[in-house]
């Protein structure tokens, strides 16, 4: 007798069970993409990085929006500026993004090398002190946990992933990186003195050096694939209007590099006609969920732009010749920027330049007095 | 599109005074949300819009052009926007390549003594196609430019008289034969007591403009420094049209953006002060 009721209490919740599972499933705006490091802003929805400091990264409003620039006015003996700058390469090692270290002074190597230790309570850096030890060594009840002992046996390094794709780490400035986490991360360097200007005969309102570095990054952003910021926005909403707008997205020009990207792999399929949609649609997906497979954000670290040894004679002449040039080569970063994964922060010795209109170009500029 | 900024300008998308050359000014503090009302507004009322957009991708005021309920990818497909990103035209000619020529648009950054010709030459043709309908195209209301924003010029080496001729030339195209508006923005960034006197070229390029426009905008932080309720104010000023016999009238706004819009209440009346 009471087994009936039971049972015909039991089958309807198991039948309802996997709707009660889909409704109470966790709201989530699917076209937010994940990378690790980074998180969607609060306010806006900007995907957001870390500058590697964490007040700072608060007084940015959360972080620093890809895509966008980080000025930071050098002090005048470029400590804390430079300090800076190696939080926030350190904090793309860390969290296994891409580099980019651009320098006119100092080797980028040198700058790598100088990176802060990162202080990681759960990293999982496979040292052999942290091999499982067996459990009749006498020394162990030692150091055995006296309260919390039942967390003693927990498995020490699955957390790896959990912390690279943390956002914002704490970082020990008296240490210098590991070399292994260091070499871990992919980095690009463009040291000037190793980029020859050549004289080209093709007027550019840039300085060569200028040029040779932003001709560089584009090089580096479309080779690696950062190029799709720009091509996701429409790719999302022709996804969404359907079959008949694809032709006139495929022959469109405002897809850029995207499509650049792709007829170098595959011309035909843009020339062709209404019968070819579906399958130019099927190859635009499939080559769309390839590239999101593999996304990454390129960290751009410029150091000291606008210093003479950039040959650039801001700093030297109470009235340079390339007035507009540092102002001319941001504009062209924010250009690359806004189409691309990456993000840059760019010290700039802005006390030896007569400060002009320079600020207005940057997503935010943080000036940092040494106070000497 | 705010509507508490047309009720203060006694203006809407169906009926809205043409020949006018708005200026909207910021200093310390950022007036772009104007501009996309401005984008928004003309758009719904109808008019050919040709936009240069200098400072942003076209991604980025498309996506807030969205929050207002506007799309831009569909006016420019049915041919009422015309839309200059400034950003991605000036790449081809900042990392110059032997293959790729390049538009001839953005063509003072090669050479900024040339001067804005090319840029003058791009909006003419764009706003001129608008006067000769095609068979069978849609048709739209008087032309309309709008820059987003001028200073970007100055820094990338135009000299602010070349810029004010720039101004000159449209409107005199814009305003006076097409009986279209213009919407431009400049930014200032230092103190407006401070005189350096010489190589301030935005606040020559802003003295300039105001002396040119119809309606000012003039965007400002609060003197009182940062506040949550109150993003800063804005300063209208009516300048004094022919005959009308009127003396230039100003009025003292405060606004506070808010996701999908803004509002707009006289000095003191905000509901974190009431």
Redo the contacts between chains.
Sequence with gaps: MMAAPVESVCKPSAERSPFSATSFQKKSRSKLISIPGTRPSVQNGQLLVSTGVTSLDFLLGGGLAVGTVLLIEEDRYDSYSRMILKYFLAEGVVCRHELFVAAAQDNPDDILQELPAPILDDVAIHKPAEQPRLPCETHDSLDSMMIAWRYQNLPKVQSALASSSRFGHYYDVSKTMEPEIRQAAKCHRFYLPEHPTESSTTRSPVLKSYSALLRSLQEVIHREGFDVAASMAPLAAEHRCGAKNVLGFLGGSHIGSLSDRLSSRSPPEFENTTQDISTSLKYFKSSYSSISKSRNILRIGLHSLGSALWDDDLSCHDNPTHRHSLTAFLYGLRALLRSSLSVAVVTVPSHLIQWGLLLTLCFSVTRYDSGL | MYTELNSILSTGPDSFTQGDFILVSDRQSDASFLIHHFLSFYLRARCKVCFLGLV?????Y??VSQRLGVSL?QAK?KGQLVFL?G??E??S????Q?THAGSQDMDF????AVGLRSLYEFVQSSVRSSVGVEEGAEEWGPPVLLVDDL??L????VSAGAVLDFSHYCRATVCSQLQGNMVMLV?C?GEEEEEDGD?E??ERLLKGLTHQCSLALNVQGLPTGYCRDIHGQVEVCWRRRQGDGQNAQKKLFQYKVHDKGASFFARGTSSAVL
């Design positions: 942003q991708s076209f991604s980025h498309s996506a990818a497909e990103e950003l991605n000036s790449l000619v900042l990392i110059p032997e950054l090669r050479d900024p200073s970007v100055l820094s990338l080496g930014r960034d190589d070229g935005s």
